[in-house]
């Protein structure tokens, strides 16, 4: 099989999410290209969520291993930081895995939809219980209708 | 600030985050909720990414955490002092105080750095801009609530106030009026006394520092110092 350069960029987006095992890695904007040189030598750029994510050493070992399965021996993880990763940068694909799991949008007010049974915050609220939860990226809500609890990403 | 960071301002707001995430860390399984204690260890995390970014662009960062002795850190004494009066001591009130100083000034410093021309230098400050937003909001909400809480949070977090203002002239050399067009409001409508500007103790980025920063660095550096290169 010859492999190209968009297979390398594919495969590594292919990954999926150490925490969120749900989204790729690429739906989340993680990925950001793979170049492929003339000897073979693969060079793919990542962007970290957060600066002190501490899936990013997971993240670079699992995009080797997906690539070295894939017959790409020679593969170099390179990490760069502009544009700084926004949620933006997650695609419509990525944000409904998240929500088909329960993982709610941060919603253009700043207010997320419950993803259990979609309630939209009024009357009765859905109120944020923490701005940090089991991720970085994620705040904890409390949904007052089906009064059950979710995560929301976080704007960013 | 100067148009092109210095190495010396990128090693100084290096130091003051590593040393602000060790210090955080001190709460982690110690907070007064599960919640908050999730949250003040993401915020550790984040100080512990923006050190990484900043002592990587300076030098090797390993080199630079683990092998240094206490008069070669450039951060200000507000990083270092402990969490609440006394050594040891951990107050939540008194935290918050900290929290909402350093945030307010870490921000200031990272939106200059995202504007400077050292395109490597941006880079960081944008990516730290964006979560010291969240830390500065963090500390803000809890002064409103432990201000307009009850007597006792008020008179803790007034008492972490107190004995943390005179660190904020260092800390906030060259952006001091800015800082205080955030940090004052919030004092306000915390309904909490700003304190008066008395003694300013300083030194810590000249390599000067008190000794609270000697028993931070012992527990930090210990194990690298005694299995260079230790992994797991
Ligand atoms: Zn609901």
Partial sequence: MTATRADAAAIAGAVPDPELRVVTIGELGIVRGAEQAEDGHVVVTITPTYSGCPAMDAIRDDIRSALAAAGYADVEVKTVL??????????????????????AAPGPSG?????????????????????????????????????????????? | MSEVATEVELLGLGDDALIAA??????????????????????????????????????????????????????????ELPLGPGRGDLDFGWTMSWL???????????????????????????????????????????????????????????QGLDGLWPYGHELTEGIRDRWLAIVEPVLAEAGLKRPDDRWRPG???????????SYLLAEMQSLHRAHPGAQW
């Avoid at chain 2, 939106?111 to 880079?123: F, H, I, R, V, W």
């Avoid at chain 2, 980025?205 to 008190?210: F, N, P, S, Y």
Wanted: glycine share 8%; aromatic share 6%; with cysteine.
């Fill in chain 1, 82 to 103: 502009s544009p700084a990763w926004s949620t933006d940068m997650i695609t419509e694909s990525g944000w409904a895995a998240l929500e088909r799991t329960g993982i």
């Fill in chain 2, 100 to 158: 909402l100083m350093l945030s307010a000034a870490q921000l200031l410093r990272y939106t200059d750095l995202a504007g400077g021309s050292d395109e490597q230098a941006a880079a960081i400050g944008a990516k730290a801009v964006k979560e010291s937003t969240y830390h500065l909001d963090h500390a803000r909400q809890w002064m409103l609530r432990l201000g307009g809480g009850t007597e006792e949070s008020q008179r803790r977090v007034q």
């Fill in chain 2, 203 to 213: 030194g810590g980025r000249d390599g000067r520092h008190t000794e609270h920063l």
């Fill in chain 1, 111 to 156: 207010t997320p939809t419950c993803p259990r049974c979609g309630h939209q915050g009024r009357p009765t609220p859905v109120l944020q219980i923490s701005r940090y939860a089991s991720t970085p990226c994620q705040s904890l809500w409390s949904c007052r209708s089906c009064l059950e609890p979710f995560n929301a990403i976080k704007k960013l």
């Fill in chain 2, 22 to 79: 060790q210090r955080l860390a001190e709460w982690v399984s110690r907070a007064p909720t599960l919640e908050e204690d999730v949250a003040l260890a993401n915020i550790a995390l984040d100080q512990l990414g923006a050190a990484r970014m900043l002592l990587a662009a300076v030098g090797d960062e390993d080199e630079l955490a683990y092998r240094r002795d206490d008069h070669q850190f450039r951060n200000c004494l507000l990083a």
